[in-house]
Structure formats: structure tokens, C-alpha cells
């Protein structure tokens, strides 16, 4: 079965996406650097859920490829709009059903899309297939916060048609991503009461199998 959760919602907001992230330039500016710290120009990388290529456009300088996917056309349409480096390439495709080889890229990226997919397990199950002996995967995601401002920012995103279908904290994020088949190798609490994110890297550990959650 194909991704959907928020198709509907991202469609209908490409246009806008870039506007309505400026109010977190700074947290993403924060996770492209812990990023590049991680990356170097020998790897191969694939993102997953791009958006407009935010994330993608930021760290492409330190790597020696991206494939930049999302399950939205729309919000690939707006990624190449903007000018861009031709080791980064952008495509339409479905995160539970990626078209690549096994073992053929030497990390994944997927930023704060895990906790508004249905089925995340999926997604995490092709990333670790296509992840190399010892890849890397990189998941900041937002995670629960605490308070009357957390509980107002998530009912008004939710008025906008926007669902979150897992609302993690930090400890349970990153027991999913274990069970996953994963071993964390960081893990940061970034953000703010009112929107946190877990900063979370990872490495495909081979010993695990992944268990069906």
C-alpha cells in the first residue's frame, strides 16, 4: 500500500511550504550543521519526505550525491524550481516502496516525517535495505512536547487538516527506531517546549532483523 497520511495536505500547500518553515529557519539551520558534521563528499545519499529540497539544498555541498525523493509531485515541483546542484536530483517516490538496489546508498535522510506517516515502520524497513553495511541513517523528528502552547500549536495544525499519527517523546522515538533494526549513535533533544525535535542518528545494524511492530 502506497504512503498517503498527508498527501492531500502537502499538495494543497506546496506553494506556501517555504513561507511556513521560515519560523523554524534557525532549528533547521542547527540540523543541517549537525548533519554536515556526519556527512563527507565520498557518500551517496538518499532523502526521504524532501518537501521543497530545504534540507536537501543545504547539505548537497558536503556529499558526493543526493536522490531527493517525496511521495508529494507537487512538492518536487517546487524543489526544482530552484536552482540547484547537478550532483542533487529530485524524484516522485513512495518512502514504503523505493525503486533502488539493496546496499546502494551510504546514508539515509529523513527529516521530521516519520511521526506524520501511518505506517513509519515501513519506511524505516526500505531505508535500512538500501543502506549500506554500517550506513547511516539521520531522522530528526519532531517529537512531544509538554504544555498549553505544544497542545494549541498541534490542535491548530490539525484545524489546517495536518495529522500527526505518532506522538512519540524522545525515549519512545528512538526504541522505534531500534526496533527498526537500527542502533542509535546520537541522540539530542533540539527545539523548544512548543515544538522539540529529536535529533537522532543511527547506524543499520546488521545483527538486528527488525521486529514487526
Not at 538518499?46 to 543526493?66: D, F, M, N, W
Not at 536530483?89 to 506517516?117: C, K, R, W
Not at 500549536?153 to 527498526?180: I, P
Request: contains cysteine.
Amino acid at each position: 500500500m502506497k504512503e498517503q497520511g498527508n498527501k492531500q495536505f502537502w499538495s494543497r500547500w506546496s506553494g506556501f511550504y517555504d513561507r511556513f518553515m521560515h519560523s523554524n529557519e534557525r532549528l533547521y539551520d542547527a540540523i543541517t550543521a549537525k548533519m554536515k558534521g556526519s556527512l563527507n563528499r565520498q557518500m551517496n545519499v538518499l532523502e526521504l519526505a524532501c518537501g521543497t529540497g530545504l534540507i536537501s539544498g543545504q547539505i548537497v555541498g558536503s556529499v558526493k550525491s543526493i536522490e531527493a525523493t517525496d511521495f508529494s509531485p507537487e512538492m518536487i515541483a517546487e524543489a526544482k524550481k530552484k536552482p540547484h546542484s547537478a550532483r542533487l536530483h529530485y524524484s516522485v517516490q513512495d518512502a514504503t516502496n523505493l525503486p533502488y538496489g539493496s546496499e546502494t546508498f551510504d546514508a539515509v535522510v529523513i527529516t521530521n516525517a516519520l511521526h506524520i506517516m501511518p505506517e513509519p515502520e515501513k519506511a524505516l524497513s526500505e531505508a535500512r535495505r538500501v543502506l549500506k553495511e554500517n550506513g547511516i541513517l539521520i531522522a530528526p523528528t519532531f517529537v512531544r512536547g509538554e504544555g498549553i502552547g505544544f497542545r494549541l500549536r498541534t490542535r491548530m495544525m490539525e484545524l489546517t487538516g495536518f495529522r500527526t499519527y505518532h506522538k512519540w517523546d524522545a525515549r519512545d522515538f528512538e526504541k522505534f527506531v531500534s526496533q527498526c533494526g537500527f542502533t542509535a549513535t546520537e541522540e539530542r533533544l533540539m527545539g523548544s517546549s512548543i515544538a522539540p525535535l529529536c535529533y537522532l542518528e543511527a547506524r543499520k545494524d546488521t545483527n538486528k532483523q527488525g521486529e514487526k511492530l
